[in-house]
């Protein structure tokens, strides 16, 4: 959000509050938009803080965010007593550095990076900015190899373009935005919401700096299927030496660190020839708090020189790639706690339980017999599904309400899931998504049932309908 001029209005407004009692009693005016000339004390600020917040949202009932919403009491003592460490800093915190390439190296193990190559990573606010770096490395990449295959790329038109499935998450949108890089979206259907294998090579040429492969879209949270593409591209490459070699980043914001345990023999990371980098967010199905993301490249070849930059790192240089400077490493702290904490047995045991519970809302939203589904929780844990066409209660009730009633009803029982169309290609079709999380415990997943199908019912009976015309999106969480 921006936020500017139309707080004008409010600017002068004051907020005042009576505190104490009797003779201690004083008033505080709190300007809302200004700067209070006087200061307060501590407890003071921190009451009125937490009780503006108060009427927010319960984040655990949210289950339209797939960021991570309760993390253990020691990591989070461990992340407030690291709040204050740089992470850009390596000289000043070489053991904080150490854990962020700990993470690093656990991670391209997790992915299968074949140790013949160089593989290189780094930690990134989250999957946003781990995007837009391994953009920029495909983006610069095909520059230089284009240049050396006599290619024009330095008039305006064509611009280079960059592949991707209509059912892309947003920081694709803004990395071609930002770096001038036309997105060229391959458009799923009804039926299928992910990316089109039988179509996507028709969007190549020589200015494609690449292909972005999704392991678990934000839509629905299926598969691209990676595999399919890879051979695609192998095919292409040995047919096309004389264009630059195309090559795969796969966005692994939700599957990176889902997969690796519940499906490891599943292909779709660097034991694919073509996948050249990885990213994903440690505040998904990594399960700690919001923000941190990881990046790897399968070797550093695949990382143009110009886009690293040296810090001093205790006495010497040490490379670095970000967009930001100076953040704090506490989300690294927070990744490495449950890298230690949990091990391989922990996060499949956590990753395959949350994955159950996502099954049980799935088949329960199957069985009232009102819903085509996308995605049952069974393999992601994550429930998408539309509205039948002509949906009947199993009395032979017409179903007079959408989606967006049904979100509203749940939100009276504290539950947050969005409703929201699809994208290009099947923009006709509205779903809703239930993201399941390791904080989704099996008594608030029989509630969350419980809920859902008091809904169902109350829904039914209800004679009052608000979003008969409602359209575009809609409570839509990334
Ligand atoms: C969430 C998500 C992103 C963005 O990730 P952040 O960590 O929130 O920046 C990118 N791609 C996909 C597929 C996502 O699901």
Redesign the pocket.
Known sequence: MLYGEKNKAKFHKTRRLVIGIGQKKHELEIPKYRLRKMSMSADTAKGLIESLLLDEGNSRQNMAT??QTHMEHQATELMAETLDKNAIDKSEYPQTAELENRCVNILADLWNVSLKEEYLGTST?????A?MLAGMAMKFRWRNQARELGIDVDTLKPRPNLVISSA??V?WEKFCVYWDVELRTVPVTKDKLTLDLDHVMEYVDDHTIGIVG?Q???YSGEYDDIKGLNELLSKYNREHEDRPQLVIHV?A??GGMLTPFIEPEMRWDFRLSNVVSIST?G??YGLTY??V?WIVWRDRKYLPKELIFEVSYLGGEMPTMAINFSRSASQIVGQYYNFLRLGWDGYMLTHLKTTENAGLIGKAIKESGLFDMYNEGSRTPIVCYTLKENAKYSDGTPVVWNLYDLSDRLQMHGWQVPAYPLPEGAKEVTVQRIVCRADLTSALTEAFINDFEQCLNDLKEAHVLCNEKKSGRYGFT?
């Open positions: 797939f960021c606010v989250g999957s946003s900015e995007c892309y998450q920081c999704i678990g879209t934000t966005d914001a939700c967010s505040h998904k919001p923000g993301g990334y």
